[in-house]
């Protein structure tokens, strides 16, 4: 099969790829062409995952393409954009029906949940990796940035933390044996699901936000330094989940959640006047802290006493604390 008609068949025929809002040209000229109501700003974001790095060896296509996609509309949430489209590049050791069917189907499913259409990319040969790019709208003033955050804000968090962290032993060694509770971070692994109607609720009511990729603390971090402000984390409220407390015991749920990474849900400030509409609407949206004058991210004791932080996040090169 050659590259050409790989394209055709798996992904200018999924059922992604078919045209929808927004979408003036779709996969087939050397540019797709997207048409965005006048009052509205286009968000770009771009993610690389790396066999080996983002994703174990021999992952299972169907789940690395949910995965894939997921952690790239996640952003999409994070800024509280609407998700318009995506280009997918794909290099790949060679083209296998089966593998390609099923990372189709994947990133079909996907699509579907996020509504997003895939309009282009690019395929090659060499080690897997893929790079997705998602592209969505936003009224102009309305994107959640990192950097709004204001003293006296609550900081929130939109659901348990750590489950992706707590699966990375078992997704690491399949030979393992993976309990239920095991198997139900597993999904939390691979299929992130990307807190899109949350990030829509939040515009004109958070002052900052981010999706967490890096873990709580090292993502708080980058809120923290670009408004300029302090955030508190109270370590008592921190949501974790009764799988990953099954699994990894406190102390190491706790790790997971802080320092983990790969949660992809929203992390957010808020004044408090918006709390109550928003968990009314039955949005998940966990008070973990605040926002105070000064810097950086301190954790706090259930006495309000400061706790030494664990290793601070995800980091490809470099001390994690740099
Ligand atoms: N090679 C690069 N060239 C230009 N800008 C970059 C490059 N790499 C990252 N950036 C930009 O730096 C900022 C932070 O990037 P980063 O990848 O850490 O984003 P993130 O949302 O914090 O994490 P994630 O990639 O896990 O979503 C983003 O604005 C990103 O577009
Ligand atoms: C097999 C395997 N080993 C380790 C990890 C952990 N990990 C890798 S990159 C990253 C941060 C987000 O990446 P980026 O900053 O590039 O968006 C994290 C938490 C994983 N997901 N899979
Ligand atoms: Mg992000």
Redesign the pocket.
């Known amino acids: 099969m050659g590259e050409f008609e790989l394209i055709r068949h798996y992904f200018a025929a999924a059922a992604c790829a078919r045209g929808g809002e927004g979408i003036a040209l779709g996969i087939g000229d050397d540019c797709a062409l997207l048409t965005l109501p006048a009052e509205q700003q286009l968000a770009v974001?771009?993610?690389t995952l790396v066999e080996g790095v983002h994703f174990p060896r021999q992952a299972d296509p169907y789940l690395l393409a949910q995965r894939a996609l997921a952690?790239?509309a996640?952003?999409l949430a994070?800024m509280g954009a609407q998700p318009v489209g995506f280009t997918l590049a794909l290099t790949l050791p060679n083209a296998e029906a089966d593998w390609l069917q099923a990372f189709a189907r994947g990133l079909d499913e996907m699509a579907h949940y996020c509504d997003i259409r895939l309009i282009g990319g690019d395929t090659t040969r060499g080690p897997l990796s893929m790079t997705l790019t998602v592209f969505g709208q936003v009224p102009h003033q309305q994107a959640l940035k990192r950097s709004g955050a204001q003293v006296g804000d609550l900081l929130c968090v939109g659901g348990e933390l750590g489950d992706a962290a707590g699966a990375l032993p078992l997704v690491l060694d399949p030979s393992l044996s993976v309990s239920e509770a095991g198997d139900a971070l597993l999904g939390r692994y691979w299929s992130p699901k990307p807190q899109l109607q949350l990030g829509l609720a939040l515009r004109g009511k958070a002052t900052a936000a981010?999706?967490i990729?890096?873990g709580l603390l090292a993502?708080c971090g980058?809120i923290a330094r670009a408004s300029g402000v302090a955030l508190l984390i109270e370590q008592a409220r921190v949501p974790l989940s009764a799988d990953l407390l099954d699994v990894a015991g406190e102390e190491g749920a706790l790790n997971c959640a802080l320092s983990g990474?790969d949660d992809y849900r929203l992390a957010f400030t808020l004044p408090p006047e918006h709390l109550a509409t928003l968990q009314e609407q039955g949005l998940p949206v966990y008070v973990v802290g605040r926002v105070e004058v000064g810097e950086g991210v301190t954790l706090l004791d259930t006495q309000g006493r400061c706790v030494q932080a664990p290793a601070s996040g995800y980091q490809h090169f470099g001390n994690p604390r740099d």
């Open positions: 974001s771009t993610d952690v790239s996640s952003d994070a981010l999706d990729s890096d993502d980058h990474g």
